[in-house]
Nanobody, 122 residues
Framework: QVQLVESGGGLVQPGASLRLSCAAS????????MGWFRQAPGKEREFVAA????????IYADSVKGRFTISRDNAKDTVYLQMNSLKPEDTAVYSC???????????????WGQGTQVTVSS
């Protein structure tokens, strides 16, 4: 089973950018869609973005569309989330996960990483 490790989070001011990375180990990373989710304290886990196995199709939550970009490099077994124009409401722990099909539903994903903290504050 694939294992995932997120990195790249940090503390930034509103309007700043961050790029998150999700490094995979295990079997057949390149054959599966990948997604990013986030969860803030006291809030439910929220879909952010997903990408098909080839990288040819992407979907985004309305709240991040136009600001965030998901991408992947299958040769490096890594998926990325480029986050621009960050807002305080983007503050959360961001986790990546594997799916069988491209989806925005948490129940369609498995092999979750432990997450990386993103804090946006002035």
């Amino acid at each position: 089973q694939v294992q995932l490790v997120e990195s790249g989070g940090g503390l930034v001011q509103p309007g700043a950018s961050l790029r998150l990375s999700c490094a995979a180990s295990g079997r057949a990373f390149s054959r599966y869609p990948m997604g990013w989710f986030r969860q803030a304290p006291g809030k439910e886990r929220e879909f952010v973005a997903a990408i098909s196995s080839s990288g040819g199709r992407t979907i985004y939550a309305d709240s991040v569309k136009g600001r965030f970009t998901i991408s992947r490099d299958n040769a490096k077994d890594t998926v990325y989330l480029q986050m621009n124009s960050l807002k305080p409401e983007d503050t959360a722990v961001y986790s990546c996960a594997v799916a069988k099909i491209i989806s925005s539903r948490p129940s369609d994903f498995s092999a979750w990483g432990q997450g990386t903290q993103v804090t946006v504050s002035s």
